[in-house]
């Protein structure tokens, strides 16, 4: 079954609540972060769905993997910078939780994917 649009694709819609989840967190990040961590953490998080919407509207099965592949590397960047906020304590521990289940729902779906791409 052919989806009409990314936007039916559940790892485009949960990496979308990411992104949100990593707004809501940075927005109680200290002020003196803004142009630091906060911006590196939005670029990454946006860059995600982002990714998937390109790679799926590319026009071979080639482009699109790539940019699953480009989306699974800014979930990793954007892992680590979590990593780095959470050791620098810009915010309570268990505000990073619900940030971090999800990041880490969507990595698995991008590997999901890009392993299903090389198989065919």
């Given at each position: ?35 630091g961590?906060?911006?590196q ?27 699953l ?16 906020a ?6 309570n ?15 698995k ?12």
């Amino acid at each position: 079954m052919k989806l009409k649009s990314h936007k039916e694709l559940i790892v485009w819609r949960k990496s979308m609540e990411l992104a949100t989840l990593i707004y809501e967190l940075t927005s109680i990040f200290p002020r003196s972060e803004l142009y630091g961590i906060i911006s590196q953490m939005r670029r990454a998080a946006v860059s995600i769905p982002s990714n998937i919407a390109e790679g799926y509207g590319r026009s071979s099965r080639k482009e699109y993997r790539q940019f699953l592949y480009i989306a699974y590397g800014n979930a990793l960047e954007l892992e680590t910078q979590l990593i780095i906020a959470k050791k620098l304590k810009l915010s309570n521990t268990g505000d990073f939780e619900k940030s971090e289940s999800v990041l880490q729902e969507v990595l698995k779906m991008l590997n999901s994917m890009t392993n299903k791409f090389k198989s065919v």
